[in-house]
């Protein structure tokens, strides 16, 4: 894939700092290295490692750095209901103790990062699911819409009666791209089938990223509506939705973030989920890790696309062979720009 690099110092901030759980109330996780190697700040969203979805991961990319690459690392998470103060507290915490690059995963850091990396020109940003217009940051962004566009077309062959839900984790413009597409390529396959969407939380409520409860509830009003396929991208909270679809059957759920069939934490269901759209940020994490330690940081925006894998269908439990030379032509369209799918609702 060809990503366009700004070179940027790395040099390290000598000064260290301490980390405490209590500065913001957030969990924490080191890792130390041997001496000169290069020092990774992860600051997770809500939900953090274990979420068994969007931040798990970004995980594996770092996971990836710290196997491969020798890399130390700092592991930082966000709780619910915390202040925008408490974020970039956090980064500049990361930064002062000499960590570069410092990684926010989650829009929800844009703001923070913008502020912090103003403060900390030396050190390289990550910002995975927004765009910040810094020198020193590598905004990772993915289209969300074109794996999601696969997912519908899933949906619509696989549903009995074309009564299909997609449950939101809150109702923001990155999960509206989840909702856009996977509408459309529902509607493209099927004029006929419906589309029943729903949000867990709303404005600046992040809680619905990380409810399982509140996932297990609206899959369950879904399913006892008919509805016999659903797609939930709503972090953590999936799991309570995919554990809803597994208590019936004749019905599927569809992943988000990461190949959910696969997670140990959810694997007694994975006879019930029909796939996961995957977002590489695992790639994103770990080409960023590897460019400052190569002295040549990764800065600007980088959109992972369809074409470049970096959104994609999983195919784990066979589920979708009988429909995969459908999903590899609307792939294909999407690809050489036939279908044009939406952001928006």
């Known amino acids: 894939m060809r990503r366009v690099s700004k070179i940027v110092s790395a040099s390290a901030v000598t000064a260290a700092l301490a980390l405490t759980a209590t500065a913001c109330g957030e969990s924490s996780t080191d890792s ?19 979420d068994n979805s969007f931040n798990d991961s970004a995980a594996r990319g770092l996971d990836k750095a710290k196997a491969d690459l020798g890399v130390e690392t700092k592991e930082l998470t966000a709780k619910t209901g915390e202040t925008p103060a408490d974020r970039e507290q956090r980064l500049a915490s990361l930064a002062e103790g000499g960590y570069n690059p410092v990684i926010g995963v989650g829009f929800a850091y844009k703001d923070a990062i913008d ?106 009003g879904m399913l006892d509506k008919g ?25 599927w759920a569809i992943g988000v973030d990461s190949d959910q069939a696969k997670d140990p934490a959810l694997s007694k269901y994975a006879g019930s989920i029909l796939t996961s759209v995957v977002k590489n940020v695992d790639t994103g994490v770990f080409e960023l890790v590897k460019s400052v330690q190569d002295g040549k940081p990764l800065t600007g925006t980088h959109v992972y696309s369809l074409a470049e894998n970096g959104v994609s269908l999983t195919t784990t439990g066979g589920h979708l062979t009988d429909i995969q030379a459908k999903l590899d032509e609307a792939k294909k369209k999407i690809v050489d720009g036939q279908i044009k799918v939406a952001t928006t609702l």
């Open 32 to 50: 130390g290295s041997d001496s000169g190697t290069i020092k990774v700040g992860m600051a997770y969203d809500v939900g953090g490692r274990g």
């Open 115 to 220: 502020k912090t990396a103003a403060k900390f020109p030396k050190t390289t940003f990550g910002l995975v699911d927004s765009v910040s217009d810094l020198k020193n940051v590598d905004s990772i962004v993915f289209t969300e819409e074109q794996g999601s566009y696969l997912a519908g077309v899933a949906a619509a062959l696989k549903s009995k009666d074309g009564k299909i839900g997609f449950i939101g984790g809150v109702d923001i413009p990155l999960i509206k791209k989840f909702a856009a597409g996977f509408q459309q390529g529902v509607k493209d396959t099927n004029p006929n089938a419906t589309v029943q969407i729903q949000y867990l939380s709303t404005g600046t409520d992040m809680s619905g990223f990380g409810a399982p409860d509140k996932g297990k509830a609206a899959a369950k």
């Open 227 to 251: 509805i016999d396929v659903i797609y939930a991208a709503a972090g953590g909270s999936g799991a309570g939705a995919i554990e809803a679809v597994a208590a019936k059957s004749g019905t």
